[in-house]
Antibody, heavy 121, light 107 residues
Framework: EVLLVESGGGVVQPGGSLRLSCAAS????????MNWVRQAQGKGLEWVAN????????NYVDSVKGRFTISRDNANNSLFLQMNSLRAEDTAVYYC??????????????WGQGTLVTVSS | AIRMTQSPSSFSASTGDRVTITCRAS??????LAWYQQKPGKAPKLLIY???TLQSGVPSRFSGSGSGTDFTLTISCLQSEDFATYYC?????????FGGGTNVEVK
């Protein structure tokens, strides 16, 4: 069974930093493109970033470029999101999500349960 | 960025109803479209990918159609467990984007 478990969420002040982690199990992690998707309270889903199987390619939504960095550790089946210069509008539940079916443009088919990030003074 | 527009944003329905949700892309995306179901406090669940392919384990009352810019999700006979919010999402190019969601409520 594919299992994705996020951690690292919490309350941080505007301008601060936070690092999210996602522990993967039940599948060959290095075979999957991995993503972060976020959802503000009562709002819709927003794709944030993804990373290629070997970590050689990263893609980001414009609103986080230069502030967030996605990375992975295939040896330890882990995905990360380093978030710097946080803003109030980054407040959301952050989901770790995987693409099992192929390359860059394939469907996101596995999701974790999410971790809440709150940016507030 | 490609804009995904869902309609309606919400509506009320009864168990047994046939339900259709539409999703329009601001430019052609071929069949690079997925549909997700989300219940309060839960992660999204994949229902349909490649516009019309049913994800394993998803009941056959769910179906998807369309290509290019116009897509539909149909629930042939609404069940109690289907009351939820539904999202379309393209994976044609970056950034990946989602529709605003359609909340299916109990009438």
């Amino acid at each position: 069974e594919v299992l994705l478990v996020e951690s690292g969420g919490g309350v941080v002040q505007p301008g601060g930093s936070l690092r999210l982690s996602c522990a993967a199990s039940g599948f060959t992690f290095s075979n999957y493109w991995m993503n972060w998707v976020r959802q503000a309270q009562g709002k819709g889903l927003e794709w944030v970033a993804n990373i290629k199987r070997d970590g050689s390619e990263e893609n980001y939504v414009d609103s986080v470029k230069g502030r967030f960095t996605i990375s992975r550790d295939n040896a330890n089946n882990s995905l990360f999101l380093q978030m710097n210069s946080l803003r109030a509008e980054d407040t959301a539940v952050y989901y770790c999500a995987g693409q099992s079916r192929g390359g860059s443009f394939s469907v996101i088919d596995y999701w974790g349960q999410g971790t809440l990030v709150t940016v507030s003074s | 960025a490609i804009r995904m527009t869902q309609s309606p944003s919400s509506f009320s329905a009864s168990t047994g109803d046939r339900v259709t949700i539409t999703c329009r892309a601001s430019q052609g995306i071929g069949s690079y479209l997925a549909w997700y179901q989300q219940k309060p406090g839960k992660a999204p669940k994949l229902l349909i990918y490649a516009a019309s392919t049913l994800q394993s384990g998803v009941p056959s009352r769910f179906s998807g159609s369309g290509s290019g810019t116009d897509f539909t999700l149909t629930i042939s006979c609404l069940q109690s467990e289907d009351f939820a919010t539904y999202y379309c999402q393209h994976y044609y190019t970056y950034p990946l984007t989602f529709g605003g969601g359609t909340n299916v409520e109990v009438k």
